[in-house]
């Protein structure tokens, strides 16, 4: 059983930056694509980003391009996402999640195609 563990969320102003992590455990994460969504209250949940098994190839939701980075280390099973100047609308819960039947690269914004989810971090920005 795959487990994430999410942190680096808090509050900021606008135009900060945040890096959350995100632990991986419980099985090889180099099996696993892996991909940072994000969700307000009452909303769906968005994607925001996603990166595949070796860290060679990224994908982002167009409106946190260039923003937001994702990266992941193989070696430390982690993963994690750069957000620079934040702004409010921003503020959301994300949530890191993992995939592991290599899905195609455009599919990874879908939340049904992720395998397993992490409890989340909340983001908050303030203007």
């Known amino acids: 059983q795959v487990h994430l563990v999410e942190s680096g969320g808090g509050a900021v102003q606008s135009g900060g930056s945040l890096s959350l992590s995100c632990t991986f455990s419980g099985r090889s994460f180099s099996m696993y694509a892996m991909g940072w969504l994000r969700q307000a209250p009452g909303k769906e949940r968005e994607f925001v980003a996603a990166?595949?098994?070796?860290?060679?190839?990224?994908y982002y939701a167009d409106s946190v391009k260039p923003r937001f980075t994702i990266s992941r280390d193989n070696a430390k099973n982690m993963v994690y996402l750069q957000i620079n100047s934040l702004r409010p609308e921003d503020t959301d819960v994300y949530y890191c999640?993992?995939?592991?039947?290599?899905?195609?690269?455009?599919?990874?914004?879908?939340?049904?195609?992720?395998?397993?989810w992490g409890q989340g971090t909340k983001v908050a920005v303030s203007s």
């Open positions: 999640a993992a995939e592991c039947e290599g899905v195609p690269k455009a599919q990874l914004d879908q939340d049904s195609k992720y395998d397993y």
């Open positions: 990166i595949n098994w070796n860290g060679g190839d990224t």
